[in-house]
């Protein structure tokens, strides 16, 4: 991975599958140098680094794991070591949801998803606020949230709903107080996305989605990874967060 100050890096967190791993081809296509955050798809994630330096982009992976704050933080310091031109963060990874009545959740499926969620993200992106953006003078997060979220909120995704409900209050309290520094912040928030996270769901569960789609397909994870990497390309002049428009990708709105 060059370590040139003029280039521009990106690190991606989930973004050895599905719409993280969207996000990272696209984004070195267009001459980001891409760092492959991984949790458990390290295998995954070699591949696609070996797939973007073969076409000459810059790619390497890491280990990012979401539930484990003294790995991130390691991880964090080794990336800050080896390249000064990191400007952005992307918050793509997250575990699957449990699919279930509330009332037949347990507290570990809500602790399992806030430790990933809300803790993982609260140490990777203050880790790398000290370590790669506050010495550039500021940088970039784009984060995914959910159409799950509502209104209205979907049924028997509390936990789910819950833990990206708290990764929203996060990014808020960091734009509150990080926004004046430089750090720039925009999120989206899919629905139903063609990924391997589909498999949380019962098929049939999955059909009546489909029907009640109004003959609209589940969004591809190019989609939104195009969202993401307009913020990217074109980060807001203001400190509070921008909601990026799924629609055609290109839409910036401030969020409510």
């Known amino acids: 991975m060059p370590d040139a100050r003029m280039a521009k890096s990106l690190i991606v967190t989930g973004g050895s599958s599905g719409i993280g791993a969207a996000l990272c081809r696209l984004a070195a296509r267009q001459g980001w140098h891409v760092w492959i955050g991984y949790g458990e798809g390290s295998d995954r994630a070699a591949r696609l680094a070996d797939e973007l330096n073969f076409e000459d982009r810059a790619a390497r992976a890491v280990a990012l794991p979401l539930r484990e704050p003294d790995r991130l933080r390691e991880a964090v310091a080794r990336i800050a070591e080896k390249d000064s031109s990191v400007s952005a963060l992307a918050l793509c990874g997250a575990p699957a ?13 809500f602790r399992n998803q ?18 790669c953006f506050r010495p550039r003078g500021g940088g ?8 799950a979220q509502g209104p209205p909120t979907t049924p028997h995704m509390a936990s789910y709903v819950a833990a990206k409900c708290g990764l929203e209050g996060l990014l808020n309290a960091a734009a509150a107080e990080l926004g004046r520094a430089g750090l720039r912040i925009a999120i989206t928030r899919p629905g139903y996305v063609e990924t391997p996270m589909l498999n949380a769901f019962e098929r049939l569960l999955l059909e009546r989605a489909r029907a009640s789609a109004a003959g609209q397909a589940f969004l591809k994870p190019e989609a939104v990874a195009a969202a ?22 290109a839409t910036l709105e401030r969020a409510s």
């Open 97 to 109: 949801p449990d699919v279930a009545s509330l009332l037949k959740l347990t507290p570990e499926h």
């Open 114 to 131: 806030h430790e990933a969620a809300v803790v993982g993200n609260y140490v990777l992106l203050t880790e790398v606020w000290r370590r």
């Open 140 to 147: 970039q997060v784009v984060a995914v949230l959910s159409a």
């Open 228 to 249: 993401l990497l307009h913020g990217l390309n074109n980060p807001s002049a203001t400190q509070e967060i921008v909601e990026l428009s799924l629609d055609d990708g």
